[in-house]
């Protein structure tokens, strides 16, 4: 397996609908970092989602958010799932108050460590832990895998941009924040 092994922060995301593949092209922008801490440079690695992978993991990535919030908040996990509602609601305020949703994606690419064609991943594994980042590891035929990590906010800005881009195809679902199976509360808290 190949992964991208020096450290590269994840500087934009961005997700478009391609008509002409009836796919979905997330791009993945990172800044590579020297050693000395100072940009180095920018990295884009491309990954395409066809109707059916998007289909699978919208519900597996629902469901390993809902997993971390059980295991960061053992307390309220009888209410995961709205809590991630609201952390998702309160995320996107933040992000759209900021302007973040505004900027332009910047076009200015020094290479692509995976090659310059967009990868098709053919799994998709969730790595959650309560304290640290969320983490997405991309496995691709070829061995060109990457993981990618990210705070709750911006988890949440990728979700509603991967939202956007499924509605704009119209593929006849949408995907939403809420699990379609209410969880019941744990029963050590019934009464």
């Known amino acids: 397996m190949r992964y991208i092994k020096y450290h590269m922060e994840l500087h934009q995301l961005q997700t478009s609908y391609l008509p002409d593949q009836d796919r979905l092209l997330v791009k ?3 800044a590579e970092k020297s050693s000395d801490g100072a940009p180095s440079g920018r990295q884009e690695i491309h990954l395409l989602f066809t109707r059916r992978t998007s289909m699978k ?3 597996a990535l629902l469901e390993a958010m809902t997993k971390q919030v059980r295991m960061s908040k053992p ?4 209410a995961s799932s709205e809590i991630v ?3 998702h609601e309160a995320s996107l305020a933040a992000m759209q108050e900021g302007g973040v949703f505004n900027k332009p994606y910047e076009s200015n690419v020094d290479g692509w460590p995976l090659g310059k064609d967009a990868l098709l991943p053919v799994d998709i594994q969730f790595h959650v ?3 640290a980042p969320f983490r997405m590891e991309f496995v691709v035929d070829g061995g060109k895998n990457f993981e990618v990590a990210m705070g ?3 988890l949440h800005g990728f979700c509603k941009l991967f939202q ?5 195809a119209d593929w006849g679902f949408t995907l939403e924040m ?4 209410p969880e019941a509360p744990p029963a050590h808290l019934l009464n």
């Open 164 to 168: 956007d881009a499924v509605e704009k």
């Open 178 to 181: 809420t699990s379609s199976t």
């Open 75 to 78: 307390g309220a996990a009888h």
């Open 129 to 131: 832990h309560a304290t």
């Open 28 to 30: 993945f922008s990172f």
């Open 57 to 59: 993991f919208w519900p």
């Open 85 to 87: 509602q609201m952390e």
């Open 152 to 154: 709750s906010r911006l």
